[in-house]
Each structure stands twice: as C-alpha cells, then as structure tokens.
C-alpha cells in the first residue's frame, strides 16, 4: 500500500480538493457560509465570504505542504511573513470568485468528459492506458472513495471553464510576431574596454575621517539581526562511541559465524550430470530399469571421461542441460540437498561419479572445476569483525541514548543538565545565530561565535533555527526541543540570551566597513576613468586595447547589462564607428561600435518565443478577466482581514 501511495504522490495533493471543494459544488457557497457561520468573516465575496476559520486552516496546509516537500526543514518566518499570508489570501479570493460564477452560470461538466480527463491522469495509467485496477489501488490506498474524488475533479474542471477559455483563445498575431522577431535579431558588431573596480582599489586611500563618515550613512547596511546564545547537546556517532566497552572474544566470533558468508567464499564446484528420471509413482520395475541404465552409463562415463558431454546429450532426461552437455555450471556448499552435495565435494576435478539417488531420479556426476574455500579465518578478520561489532553496538547505543534524550529533554523542560549528566554528554554553549543564518564570528561579541565551532553545520540547519527561533522558546527559555539534523545526528537546544537586532560598533565592522568603502571609490574611479576615456573617443582619440571584435543582439548580449546594450542599439548607425559606455556591475565598459545588421523574421531560434509570448498573455488577460469579475462579484476586503494577517503569524 505504502508503495502505491509513493509513487502516485500527485493523487495525495488532490485529497485537499476531495475534502473541500465539493463542499462548494455540492451544497453552494451560501450553504457552506452557513456551516461555518458562527466564524467570523475577513473578505466578503458576493453573497458569501471567507472566514478567518477558513483563512487560518488554509494557511496551515500550505506550511504543511512545505515542511513535507522539504524535509530537510525551511525558513518558517520567510514562509509565513505578511507577504505570503497576503499572497495567500488574494488566492482565495480569486477561488472564491471562481466558484461564485461557476455556481452562478451553473457550469457543469458531462460525463464523458470527466472520464475523458481521469483517463488521461498519468496515475491511472499502465503502459500508456487507464488501469481501472490501478485506479482502484490509489484511490483506495489514498482513502479517498471513487465517488468523492469524482465529485472533486467534476467541481475542478468546471472552475476551469471559468476562467480555461480565455487563456485558451489567446494568440499571437503573426504580424507582431514578425516585429518583435526582427527587433531581437537587429545585431551590432562591437569591441569593448572594460574598467574594472579592482583595477582602481590599490589607488584608494581612506582615512578615519572617511571610515567614520561611511559608517554613519550606511549603519542601516550593517544592523545584525536578532540573535540567540545558545546551550545544546550533540548526540552523534562520536558520543555513541565514546566510552563503548571492547566486544569480547565470544561476541566476535558469534558476529563471525553469523556473518561468515561476508568473510569467506565456500567452496563450489563446476559440475555437469546425467538424468534419468524416476516419475512419481512409478512402479519398482521402472525404477531398477532406471537405476540398471544408470550404472551403464556411469561405467561408460568413467571408462572414457571425454564422452561425458555426448553421453549427457544422447542420453539426460534433464532437457535443459543436456543440450549443453550436461553442464550445470558453479554449485555452492549449502546450495543443494545433502545427499548430492555430500556426494559431489567428495570427488575431485576430472572424476565421474557413480549412481547417485536424488530427490528428481538418479545422477551421474562429473567435475568439471573445483574451487576450495576462500577468504580470512576468523583471526585474519579480526580487526574487521571488531570494528563492525563496534559499530553494531554503537548503533544500538546511539538508538537508546536518542531515546532517552528525548525523554530527558522534555521531562526536564527548564536545563539540558539533567540529559548531558544522565547520557555522559558534554553541555556546550554558541552564540551568534539568528533566524536568517549564523552571524559571522568577527562580528560576535563573545568568544563562542557558532560560526568557528565544531559544530556550525548543524547549528546552521534551518529546523535547528527554526526551533530556537520558535516564540515561545524566545520567550521562555526553555528547551527548544530534540531535532534530528540526520539519521545519525542529532540536537538537543535551549535559548540561553537573547540580543536584539542592532548596529554593532564601528570598531566591531571596521574589516567590511573598509572592504565596502574601498570598493566603493574604486568603482567611482573607474566610473571616472571609464567616462574620460569615452569623451577622448568621441573626440576623436584613437581607440587603444579594445577586446576582439564580437556581435551583440536583443536576444544575446555577453559582457553587457541591459542598460548598455539598449544604449548600443540605440545609437544611430548612420556613422560608424561610434563609441558608447555605461557603469556595469564590475566598473565600467565601454564599447565600439563598428557594424550594423538588420534583423530578420523567420529565426529558427526563436521558434519557442511565440509560445512562451502566448502563455505570458495568456495569463495577463487571465488576470485582467479575473479583476473584472472581482469587481462583479463586490469583492470587499473587510478590516478584519489585516488583523488576520498580522497577528496570525503570532497564534503558533
């Protein structure tokens, strides 16, 4: 079942539509403000509204839906922060909407199509066709009853239509098309000189006076955020080992024995055989029959050994290996039943059996290869089993100790101490971590900056600044709980201090105030430079130490921000060669402009740009279409709505 469900994880993200939307299909907007009429509403919609219920549970399965896409743990304040709940919210006022002039304009869907479109779902599907088999198989293993989840993709697609055709007769014309296709292949041949910031920061001089006026314009660039000194537990494979007792000599060998197979390759045999077989229930004629032509051939066999295969192919009932000779391949100790086996290692590379009774009828055996046993005695292991022991029992130790840990920890909500004392842990101490990350140990006032521990991968991982940064950790002080950073690794926490955010002193920055400082009038001299440089060629000075000629487009444009390439593309280039220039990200460029191609329809290169034009429209006349029924429907945001928004982030 557990198999089913991972691999049709797209089928669990429609139990949310199973749940909700046919509530709105079935029983209409209004009966369902009904249902949840003693909450209170925040945006009315037509002759319905959104609640603050309705916005809270909402809310709580987006961050639900996050935490499972990103196991690996997400920034809680960036995922919650006004914007996102805002942005939230005008989602499910555009649903609402929809589902307002779905109900309204009773848009429905027929049967068929809603066959047509579970049909074609890639979850239902085996080879490319609709499994009804599997259908039931996810549906069931999702526990979501066929009629419901019908429902549910009926109401979906009716909200499609909605708002489905609009994007759907959106075009381009072929007219416009060819303009823009000509306006983004327009090319200009060029040659450039780059004046770069770093070229110019050796020239910088800064004195206090400059440090100090920089520091006070740009104190806003340098505030640190909030940040918390900490106390943790690590429990890890390392505190799982320490202090772990030697196995003993009789706990080695047993992990040797159970685990031989790893150490040592048994021996094996590569045989072949001759069958004459005995059916079930034959009688004792037709057995000694069988038994007298058995020890013929076995005498012929041994007589001339080089026959074997001729033998075994004219005469094996075992249809399979004769045509091959009688050849079986490699045979393993422990592979076969015993009588055989015992028979079969007792003979020696070259030697023919005589008549062997199994379980099928009666053998005759040749060995055509034997390999003894191979591999390390348990003395030539030793070092190995000792290690894999340790690491079993560590393994074992650490599942206990992670136990006990989180018993610990929550028993004793207010220290850590009573864990570290109880497990042999050491109670350690950081400072230095905000919500956004680890601050950089330069600019920590202690001497414990998490940054330059041990330690600053795990107290960086975002669940561990997640529940630290939790309000009520902040504000209680007391343990923030057990996080499991890895399989093998995990953290138990307590906020111990707790420094607002603010600038630090000058003193306290001087390294990045300098590094800013300085890159910020070097790139004013190349800026200078690069200007000075641009009016001697237009004056007529002889271009010098330009880069090797290369074309420039609106749809390629190495070396140049947008802002430089519009100002090459809209000099004239009536005169060639004309020079231009403009500050980049790394000082400044300036160029030469030496050709001029027009540009062309029909470019195989932009074959993709109708479509992605088309979908880009698409969603803007989507979004036009979607404001005016808005305003049809009297949407009204209501003065509740920012009370939600701003203190529903404070209600964890």
């Known amino acids: 079942m557990f198999e089913i469900i991972r691999k049709n994880q797209r089928v669990m993200q429609l139990v949310l539509l199973v749940l909700i939307l046919p509530s709105f299909i079935l029983i209409g907007v209004s009966g369902y403000s009904s249902y949840v009429s003693g909450d209170s509403d925040i945006v009315k919609v037509g002759d319905s509204a959104i609640t603050s219920q309705e916005f809270d549970r909402a809310r709580r399965m987006q961050l639900d839906d996050m935490q499972r896409n990103n196991p690996s743990g997400f920034d809680l304040a960036q995922a919650d922060s006004l914007e996102s709940r805002r942005a939230l919210l005008e989602s499910l006022i555009d649903q609402r909407v929809q589902i307002e002039v779905a109900t309204a304009d009773r848009f429905n869907v027929s049967d068929i199509a809603l066959r047509d479109h579970i049909a074609t779902m890639p979850e239902f599907q085996e080879n490319g066709v609709f499994s009804p088999t599997l259908y039931s198989q996810v549906l069931a293993s999702a526990g979501i009853d066929a009629r419901d989840f019908e429902q549910s993709q009926r109401g979906q697609l009716a909200l499609q239509r909605v708002l489905g055709p609009v994007a759907a007769s959106t075009s381009m014309l072929p007219s416009v098309m060819n303009k823009l296709e000509i306006a983004l292949t327009e090319e200009r041949g060029v ?7 770093r070229d110019f920061e050796p020239q910088v001089q800064i004195s206090d006076a400059d440090l100090q006026a920089w520091y006070d314009a740009n104190k806003q660039s340098l505030e640190l955020p909030q940040q918390v000194k900490v106390e943790y537990l690590l429990l890890n494979e390392a505190a799982a080992f320490k202090d772990l007792p030697t196995p003993t000599d009789e706990q080695l060998k047993q992990y040797y024995e159970q685990n031989k197979a790893r150490y040592v390759q048994p021996g094996r045999v590569n045989i072949s055989h001759i069958l004459l077989n005995v059916p079930a229930g ?4 037709e057995r000694e029959a069988a038994q007298t032509k058995a020890r013929e051939l076995a ?3 041994q007589a001339n050994k080089d026959d074997f295969a001729d033998l075994a192919r004219a005469n094996s009932q075992d249809e399979g290996s004769a045509r091959e000779g009688g050849e079986l391949g490699w045979i393993s100790k422990g592979s076969w039943p015993s009588v055989l086996e015992n028979a079969v290692f007792a003979l020696k590379k070259g030697d023919v059996s005589g008549v062997i009774e199994g379980p099928n009828g009666f053998h005759i055996f040749k060995i055509n290869e034997v390999q003894p046993e ?16 340790r690491k079993q029992l560590a393994s074992e130790r650490f599942a206990d100790m992670a136990s006990k840990l989180t018993n610990l920890v929550y028993d004793n909500e207010d220290s850590l101490e009573a864990a570290a004392n109880a497990l042999g842990l050491t109670l350690k101490q950081a400072e230095g971590i905000s919500r956004q990350g680890l601050i950089p140990a330069s600019q920590v006032e202690g001497e414990l900056a998490a940054a330059n521990g041990p330690d600053a991968a795990v107290l960086d991982d975002n669940r561990v600044r997640q529940a630290l940064f939790n309000a009520e950790a902040l504000a209680s002080r007391k343990n923030a709980g057990v996080v499991e950073v890895s399989p093998d690794t995990l953290i138990a926490l307590r906020v111990i201090d707790v420094t607002d955010a603010h600038v630090p002193a000058l003193d306290k920055v001087r390294t990045i105030a300098e590094e800013n400082l300085r890159r910020e009038k070097a ?5 200078q430079a690069g200007e000075d440089y641009l009016k001697q060629l237009q004056a007529g000075s002889e271009p010098e130490n330009f880069s090797a000629q290369f074309a420039v487009s609106r749809a390629q444009f190495p070396e140049m921000d947008e802002a430089l390439l519009n100002k090459v593309l809209a000099n004239p280039v009536d005169k060639l060669p004309a020079y231009v220039g403009d500050r980049q990200p790394q000082g400044y460029t300036v160029v030469q402009i030496l050709s001029h191609q027009p540009g062309k329809a029909g470019n195989p290169g932009l074959d993709m740009l109708t479509a992605q034009l088309t979908q880009a429209m698409a969603r803007t006349e989507t979004q036009a279409v979607l404001q005016a029924m808005r305003v049809q429907e009297k949407v009204q945001i209501l003065p509740e709505a920012e009370k939600e928004l701003t203190s529903s982030g404070e209600d964890e």
């Open 191 to 197: 040659r450039t000189r780059r004046f770069l910031t």
């Open 523 to 527: 790139a004013a001299l190349a800026v």
């Open 299 to 301: 005498e012929k066999a």
């Open 282 to 285: 034959a009688s004792d004629s």
């Open 374 to 389: 191979q591999g390390e005695s348990f003395e030539q292991a030793r070092s190995k089993v000792q290690e894999e022991v």
